[in-house]
T-cell receptor, first 114, second 115 residues
């Protein structure tokens, strides 16, 4: 069975602070993919990043960075110098060949205060 | 290129009625998946269609069904609506069946309210 846990239900930060969103996953597959999506109030899930299980290289893209650690089954997401426009619900998701579907975490509501 | 288009954006239906939601994937994408999002259950997989065939199904009752047309557009139908069916229904398109390797692009969703 696949499972994704986002323990942080809500996070509130002041603009320009750094914030890290945690994601822990479970799967027995050796090949799998991890995703982060952002959901603004409009409802659409906006794709942020995809990582496969063989690529543990961490990535930085502008103010976003991701830390993938297979040893701890974690795929954390950091926003540097947060902005009010970053306020949204962030979802971590897992895709494995055995499940053949995206399994989502419960999401983290991020609020960035001006 | 155009993204994933879902229609309608909002729907209000009465208990017992049926409803049909539509999803047009990104041009060239052949896989369409449907997800239900509710405050209590979060995002849950409904089913996936590829080449007009249902390839995978989530744990939902038979009242939830779908189909895919030859142009890859997909429809989802819910019969005998219940109050608990009130949700945001999201459609995702992917280039191929193994969506994990290609990624999924989501539409803006259809917000269904059952009264």
């Amino acid at each position: 069975a696949q499972k994704v846990t986002q323990a942080q239900t809500e996070i509130s930060v002041v603009e320009k602070e750094d914030v890290t969103l945690d994601c822990v996953y479970e799967t027995r597959d050796t090949t799998y993919y991890l995703f982060w999506y952002k959901q603004p109030p409009s409802g659409e899930l906006v794709f942020l990043i995809r990582r496969n299980s063989f690529d543990e290289q961490n990535e930085i893209s502008g103010r976003y960075s991701w830390n993938f650690q297979k040893s701890t089954s974690s795929f954390n997401f950091t926003i540097t110098a947060s902005q009010v426009v970053d306020s949204a619900v962030y979802f971590c998701a897992l895709f494995s060949g055995s499940a053949r579907q995206l399994t989502f975490g419960s999401g983290t509501q991020l609020t960035v205060l001006p | 290129k155009a993204g994933v288009t879902q229609t309608p954006r909002y729907l209000i239906k009465t208990r017992g009625q049926q409803v049909t939601l539509s999803c047009s994937p990104i041009s060239g994408h052949r896989s369409v998946s449907w997800y239900q999002q509710t405050p209590g259950q979060g995002l849950q997989f409904l089913f996936e269609y590829f080449s007009e065939t249902q390839r995978n199904k989530g744990n939902f009752p038979g009242r939830f069904s779908g189909r895919q047309f030859s142009n890859s557009r997909s429809e989802m139908n819910v019969s005998t609506l219940e109050l608990g069916d009130s949700a945001l229904y999201l459609c995702a398109s992917s280039l191929a069946l193994t969506g994990g390797s290609y990624g999924y692009t989501f539409g803006s969703g259809t917000r269904l309210t059952v009264v």
